[in-house]
T-cell receptor
Framework: KAGVTQTPRYLIKTRGQQVTLSCSPI?????VSWYQQTPGQGLQFLFE???????NKGNFPGRFSGRQFSNSRSEMNVSTLELGDSALYLC??????????FGSGTQLSVL | GNSVTQMEGPVTLSEEAFLTINCTYT??????LFWYVQYPGEGLQLLLK?????DKGSNKGFEATYRKETTSFHLEKGSVQVSDSAVYFC?????????????FGQGTTLQVKP
């Protein structure tokens, strides 16, 4: 069974640009969650989607948004990038929203 | 608020030594508890879980017991290998209204020397 797939693996952007990250969950999983990992703040929850609906949201500004498609694939978007948005962005999928399986992440660098 | 606290690292051990990584939590309600491991350049892998008091999770020689009285979920392994070198994260999730929302500790780096 294929795992969680995130694309791209690496991204370099400049301040003010926007970026879209993609996540394909494990087949059959309908819940997709997104996390930001930085050396200073650690792992922080962004949001969770289930059957195309956002079920939970973390404490991030509105520049961070996401969506989920009918095939459970998910995207997250960050607009007006700031230097502090440089991080590893991890996607996780699960059947119920509790036991999460993570992808390898997208490393975003904002210059 | 809800939180997870792990012992600070790095933890440096010789191969075949006994490992303990301490984890305590603060939570309203009855969380499920998890240990995840992250190898360099990779995402997180679920190592083990426990969903209620006194449950013991185990996998690949690692064990952790859900202790409600001490709000702890310490990770142990009897004999570590060089390949166990990684960052270990303790995490909790709180019920059906917090689906997908893991609360992580800060992570503990384990270095195992041959």
């Amino acid at each position: 069974k294929a795992g969680v797939t995130q694309t791209p693996r690496y991204l370099i952007k400049t301040r003010g640009q926007q970026v879209t990250l993609s996540c394909s969950p494990i087949s059959g999983h309908r819940s997709v969650s997104w996390y930001q990992q930085t050396p200073g703040q650690g792992l922080q929850f962004l949001f969770e989607y289930f059957s195309e609906t956002q079920r939970n949201k973390g404490n991030f500004p509105g520049r961070f948004s996401g969506r989920q498609f009918s095939n459970s694939r998910s995207e997250m978007n960050v607009s007006t990038l700031e230097l502090g948005d440089s991080a590893l962005y991890l996607c996780a999928s699960s059947w119920s929203g509790e036991k999460l399986f993570f992808g390898s992440g997208t490393q975003l660098s904002v210059l | 608020g809800n939180s997870v606290t792990q012992m600070e690292g790095p933890v440096t051990l010789s191969e075949e030594a006994f490992l303990t990584i301490n984890c305590t939590y603060t939570a309203t309600g009855y969380p499920s508890l998890f240990w995840y491991v992250q190898y360099p350049g990779e995402g997180l892998q679920l190592l083990l879980k426990a969903t209620k008091a006194d449950d013991k999770g185990s996998n690949k020689g690692f064990e952790a017991t859900y202790r409600k009285e001490t709000t702890s979920f310490h990770l142990e392994k009897g004999s570590v290998q060089v390949s166990d070198s990684a960052v270990y994260f303790c995490a909790l999730i709180l019920g059906s209204s917090n689906t997908g929302k893991l609360i992580f500790g800060q992570g503990t780096t384990l270095q195992v020397k041959p």
